[in-house]
């Protein structure tokens, strides 16, 4: 079973869940989906109404680590720790792999030393390891380790929830590739185009060479099979003389 299938399975199991809870029943719901190894998307159960009644109540807190984990990272959290539960170590490791998918959003190539300062990680060789085994064979992120370099080279990255307002900005991205795309096909098109034209003139020329090179050839036959013969040459030239001589 590939990660989206089993990721959906569970995203499935806990909404439903959610809609059967309220209020502090929702807070082991919330604990037990943001440390399971297989769940990384988060909006579906956020948008619960059962879960968005939280809002402005005693137990607000749940629906602030839902939205953590749905568009946060792990400094996001060291920021907010005053006010946001203590993390279970699933939890940490959780947040620590969708900080690395948040910094592949934005760059394919991700430095040792920003790695290492947004994941708390105090040397290169846990830095290695924990994107080798917690992030590569989780199979959130494809990619190559440049240890001369210090860097993660990113191939592959797996998407994270859609922050508030980021839909209408992927929105106009998608339509701005749209239309480069388009203009691009055009570009193509007429480039296609005129190399058919450029093709058919080439071809026209060809055939005139062609043509010409036919038209010497039969010429030079021609002188080859009719030759103009010796004797007729002398006979024509004794002619000439006898006229001279007699004038």
Known sequence: MDIEQKQAEFIDHFVKQASTLNGSALGSLVAEATSNPSLFAFSEILDVPTVLELEGTDNSVYLDVLRLFAHGTWSDYKNNA???????PEQVLKLKQLTVLTLAETNKVLPYRQLMQELDVSNVRELE???INECMYAG???????QLRECFEVQFAAGRDLRPGQLGSMIQTLSNWLATSDNLLVSIQEKIKWADT???????HRKEVEDKVE????SISLKKFHPVSRQTLTTEGMRRSSLNLVE
């Open 215 to 218: 038209e010497v050839k039969k």
């Open 82 to 88: 005053g006010r946001l539960p203590q993390l279970a």
């Open 140 to 146: 959130i992120v494809r990619g190559k380790l440049d």
């Open 129 to 131: 390891d924990f994107l």
């Open 198 to 204: 450029m093709s058919e003139l080439d071809k026209k």
